[in-house]
């Protein structure tokens, strides 16, 4: 079978430089790449090196440039209903050079979907997250936008951030659209299968697990960890979505309680969206013992993690966050947010704790009691391995995504 993949980024193996941008999709790649029924063709938005069509490993990789003036590139600034035409219409020589059986598209928050409404070819879409719940939940509560508005005093940034909450709207346009004329979804979990019912009654759903990054599958047991003093940490807290507000006020209750804690952030934080943070909570990150360490490579990354206590998430808003996924497969106890898709990988009680959103205390008192619980501590680890490994076993996911495109092409034929 003929599949086409659509993606916004470019794949780590066309540039041949290990540079990976989103981890999860590379990973899938790999995957596919051993199944000999497929034959795997991805497009992608290139930068203007990115021109050349090649194989590599029997993948074929299509560049695509979506063509705008000067003008057009600064409006889709607010603005991406003109931009989503040109990027349907830069879609069609990709589908047409390689006559697939099928095209994945891998997300409902970009346009690259929108070539369901004009290829008679069917169309799945890969759920990653989704602009129209992500906007409901915006801003944390207590929060507007005049609050971080406030704090960017560069009136060139002050302008670029005004137009990228316009861009957000016009993008759950473009998303609604989406939702209507495609028919297919795969997802993996509670949250994006209820949406899609949502979103589209009378669509069909296949559950896919989600690839992730091979260093993190590799490990058979659980590493001895030194609980003597508690060690968090989080991947990303990049926009408001993420909860930097809750991870501040958590870190400040313990502090408040005397407790011996460091708390690292893995990836970078908006220095606007800090700023902002620390106002609101009249406190610092870096006085509540939060050190924003910045982004770290996978490998670096499986080291910190094997020598951290738990995995905190302090989300407003997520579906299936492979931060999670990965420190559940290196053993690392999870305390999490119960939002979107989360409750799909922590079972609360059995390998981790889950607390409502914007619940400071309930999660500062449940990294404490956790910690404080060795047998529990134990146990979390050993079940969110077991159940991690399993989920994410490459042979796994290779057996639910080739069911879920054979289904689809033989309806369709």
Request: with cysteine; hydrophobic share 40%; net charge positive.
């Amino acid at each position: 079978m003929r599949i086409l993949w659509l993606e916004v980024s470019v794949p780590a193996s066309y540039r041949l430089d290990n540079r990976v941008v989103l981890g999860w999709q590379d990973s899938l790649e790999s995957i596919v790449k051993k199944i000999t029924d497929v034959q795997l063709f991805v497009g992608f938005e290139g930068s203007s090196s990115d021109v050349e069509r090649k194989v590599v490993d029997g993948v074929t990789y299509i560049p695509f440039r979506t063509q705008l003036s000067k003008m057009e590139q600064i409006r889709k600034k607010w603005n991406w209903d003109y931009y989503a035409e040109r990027v349907k219409e830069s879609l069609i020589p990709v589908v047409e050079s390689c006559q697939p059986d099928l095209i994945h598209v891998f997300g409902t928050e970009w346009p690259l979907a929108l070539i369901a409404e004009i290829v008679n070819v069917p169309v799945v879409v890969h759920i990653q997250g989704a602009i129209i719940p992500y906007n409901n939940a915006m801003f944390p509560p207590g929060y507007v936008k005049g609050d971080l508005l406030r704090v960017i005093k560069n009136p060139k940034h002050f302008f670029w951030n005004m137009c990228f909450y316009k861009q957000l709207l016009s993008r759950e346009r473009i998303e609604r659209r989406i939702w209507k004329n495609v028919c297919y979804y795969m997802g993996r979990t509670l949250w994006d299968e209820s949406l899609s019912f949502i979103m589209h009654k009378n669509r069909k759903y296949f559950h896919v697990e989600e690839a992730i990054r091979p260093v993190f599958l590799q490990t058979t047991s659980v590493p001895h960890r030194d609980f003597s003093k508690i060690k968090l940490v989080t991947t990303g807290c990049s926009s408001f979505w993420k909860g930097p507000d809750m991870l501040l006020k958590t870190a400040h209750i313990l502090r408040l309680m005397d407790v011996d804690f460091e708390w690292t952030v893995v990836g970078n934080m908006s220095p606007w969206i800090k700023k902002c943070v620390e106002r609101k909570a009249g406190v610092s990150f870096e006085k509540c013992n939060i050190k924003i360490k910045g982004f770290t490579p996978a490998e670096e990354l499986k080291r910190f993690l094997d020598s951290s206590s738990m995995y905190v998430h302090t989300a407003y808003i997520e579906n299936s966050p492979n931060a999670i996924c990965e420190a559940q497969c290196v053993g690392l106890p999870v305390i999490a947010t119960n939002v979107g898709g989360v409750a799909s990988l922590v079972s609360d009680g059995i390998d981790g704790v889950l607390v409502p959103a914007n619940d400071p205390w309930q999660m500062a008192a449940a990294i404490v009691r956790t910690h404080m619980d060795f047998a529990m501590m134990k146990r979390f680890s050993e079940n969110a391995q077991k159940k991690a490994l399993q989920r994410h076993a490459p042979e796994h996911i290779a057996a639910e995504l080739l069911c879920c495109y054979e289904k689809i092409i033989k309806e369709n034929q």
